[in-house]
């Protein structure tokens, strides 16, 4: 099977009618996802690749009451407002391709969805994809067939870019993916490798996960701590990048928002060592994560 992305996932995109939200929309469309609406205040009653627009989510629900996943490409000071839009509407899935939204807003749209229990992925989130069935996202671009291939595999990854680049070496070595899923790289994130691994246990045809993750924050941390209290029983290779930061003075900034490291916490020994821990295998480069999984 797969989790988050399946066969009965319909999509509503909030922003088809910009430049990011357009281009998805044909990307997920020409994968075989269900796209069947857009919503842009204001833009109600255009059509974008033959998806109809909507000025507002509950407009869009009245006369597609199947849409069960929100797709989120609007500008980061519309964002919260968005997010919540959908999340009053009770879209159980929200994923957020909108990056530099402010911390406050991230963290009051998380509590939200919690509380209404509708589960976020992202902001900054590259994407979900299963592969052969459809993706929400950009995750693989305009043709991921080269890249992501169906399989048993789940890949979990802070890194847009490395969600792709972990998938495409399992690919060429002949593992299949279940589901692929970048969180995003920012302090705050809806799901957190835990959160996800609650999924995948759950799924069948899940066999093994791999964690792609950097420095900063401690999502690493937890998801070791979610293996020792044996809340996961599968495989785990993780690969965590930013061995160099040991080299560098104490508060060197780095690029992305959640490579942040209080003390020990968040650092790549903490991580390394939290993981080794747990039982997890630790691949030292990208390319040899497939024969660990072997």
């Known amino acids: 099977m797969a989790i988050l ?13 910009g430049k990011e ?29 033959g998806v109809p627009v909507y000025n507002t989510v509950a407009e869009a629900l009245e006369n597609h009451p199947g849409i069960n996943t929100s797709f989120v490409a609007v500008p980061n000071f519309a964002a919260f407002g968005a997010i ?40 900054s989130s590259i994407g979900i994809i299963s592969p052969g069935i459809g993706k929400v996202g950009s995750i693989g671009g305009d043709d991921p067939r080269g890249v992501y291939s169906k399989g048993s595999v789940g890949v979990i990854s802070k890194s847009g870019g490395m969600a792709s680049e972990v998938s495409w070496i399992l690919t060429k070595n002949n593992i299949g993916q279940s589901t692929v899923i970048g969180i995003g790289g920012d302090i705050l994130v809806g799901s957190s490798f835990a959160d996800l691994m ?10 093994a996960l791999v964690l792609f993750g950097e420095i900063g924050g401690t999502y690493e941390e937890e998801a070791a701590e979610f293996i020792k209290r044996g809340k996961f029983s599968k495989p785990v290779v993780a690969f965590v990048s930013g061995l160099f930061a040991e080299t560098l003075p104490q508060g060197t900034k780095l690029g992305h928002a959640g490579a942040i490291i209080y003390g020990e916490k968040g650092s790549y020994k903490s991580k390394i060592k939290s993981l080794e821990s747990a039982g997890a295998i630790i691949a030292k480069t990208p ?8």
């Open 5 to 17: 992305v399946t066969e009965k996932t319909k999509v509503l995109i909030q922003g088809i009618t």
């Open 21 to 49: 939200g357009s281009k998805v929309a044909l990307q997920m469309k020409n994968y075989g996802t269900k796209v069947l609406a857009g919503v842009t205040p204001g833009k109600g009653g255009q059509e974008i690749h």
């Open 84 to 123: 919540k839009e959908s999340i009053d509407n009770k879209i159980p899935l929200i994923n957020i391709l909108t990056e530099h939204i402010p911390i406050q807003d991230t963290a009051k749209a998380i509590a939200l969805a919690r509380k209404k229990n509708v589960r976020i992925i992202g902001p």
């Open 198 to 207: 609650e999924d995948f246990e759950k799924d069948d045809a899940t066999k």
């Open 287 to 294: 390319d040899e994560i497939p024969n660990l999984l072997k």
